[in-house]
C-alpha cells in the first residue's frame, strides 16, 4: 500500500499516482515531476494502435538501468503491435518517472503499466538493498 508523505500534485488516484508538479515522497522514494502534455502524448500513441493496456518492464544496479521491452494489450487481452514511435515514447515516460535511485546500488526493478481507458499509470517498484545489522555484546 502507498504510504504517501508529501506531494504537490494536480489530483491523484486512491494509490497515490499522481500528476506531479514538483517531487512526491512515497514510501521513501523520490519521485520526479511529470508534464501533463507528456503522459498524454503517450496515452494518444497508444490509443492510435488500439492498445487498452501497455506494460513495460525495468531493472537497474550498480549506476545502470534499462526499461525493456513494451508489451501492449487490446481490449480482447490480444498483443497490439507497436511502432517504433510508441515504444520510444513509453521506454522515454518511464525512464523519465522512476524513482530518484532506481538505478544505483543494488537498484530495483518493476513494472509500469500504462491503463489507457482511465489515462492512468500504475507502478510496481521493487527497491533492493542490503540491510547491515551490528550486534555487539561482551561474554
Known amino acids: 500500500m ?3 508523505r508529501s506531494a504537490i500534485t494536480d489530483g491523484e488516484d486512491d494509490a497515490g499516482v499522481a500528476l506531479f ?5 512515497l514510501n521513501d522514494l523520490i519521485l520526479p515531476e511529470v508534464r501533463a502534455d507528456d503522459r498524454e502524448a503517450v496515452f494518444r500513441l497508444l490509443a492510435e494502435r488500439g492498445a487498452a493496456t501497455a506494460e513495460a518492464e525495468y531493472d537497474g544496479s550498480g549506476d545502470e538501468g534499462y526499461v525493456g521491452a513494451v508489451t501492449a494489450r487490446g481490449p480482447d487481452g490480444s498483443v497490439v503491435a507497436l511502432p517504433r514511435e510508441a515504444e520510444e515514447a513509453v521506454r522515454d515516460f518511464v525512464f523519465a ?18 491503463e489507457v481507458a482511465d489515462r492512468r499509470v500504475r507502478y510496481a517498484h ?3 538493498y542490503v540491510e547491515v545489522n551490528c550486534d555487539e555484546w561482551e561474554a
Open 2 to 4: 502507498w504510504d504517501e
Open 21 to 25: 508538479r514538483g517531487a512526491t515522497v
Open 97 to 114: 518517472t522512476l524513482p530518484e535511485g532506481w538505478e544505483i546500488d543494488g537498484g530495483g526493478d518493476g513494472v509500469v503499466t500504462f
Open 126 to 128: 521493487f527497491s533492493r
